[in-house]
């Protein structure tokens, strides 16, 4: 199954975007919720993730401070705010989920169930 993802866009540097993806396929009571990125020519990476329960968030080191991430199991959908975006932040997100309970917030590429279709944020002046 997929997740449907919406929708990057052109910001500047510095700038700000709220990424959504948003699923009716399965119970966000069952899947812990993630985001990764993928810029041209490098691997897929893991960005930021959020556990069942709400109470386990962790972020990859380059966006930790500036990214943050939420979900509203009530309407399906995932969020990643962005804040202070850099070029380097330039790439094309996913969501995914992964069949997980409790704390467990994983952000490997090998363990994800679902992948939303991916948006490209592209940070450029």
């Known amino acids: 199954g997929a997740a449907r993802g919406v929708w990057g866009g052109l910001v500047p540097p510095g700038g700000s975007l709220n990424l959504s993806c948003v699923t009716s396929e399965f119970s966000f009571d069952d899947y812990a919720l993630s985001w990764f990125r993928q810029a041209p020519g490098r691997e897929r990476e893991g960005v930021s993730c959020?556990?069942?329960?709400?109470?386990?968030?962790n972020y990859a080191d380059s966006v930790r401070g500036r990214f943050t991430i939420s979900k509203n199991n009530a309407r399906g959908t995932v969020y990643l705010q962005m804040n202070s975006l850099k070029p380097d932040d330039t790439a094309r997100y996913y969501c995914?989920?992964?069949?997980?309970?409790?704390?467990?917030?994983?952000?490997?590429?090998?363990?994800?169930?679902?992948w939303g279709k991916g948006t490209l944020v592209t940070v450029s002046s």
């Open positions: 959020i556990s069942v329960n709400n109470k386990t968030t």
């Open positions: 995914a989920a992964s069949r997980r309970y409790g704390y467990s917030c994983p952000m490997s590429v090998y363990v994800m169930d679902f």
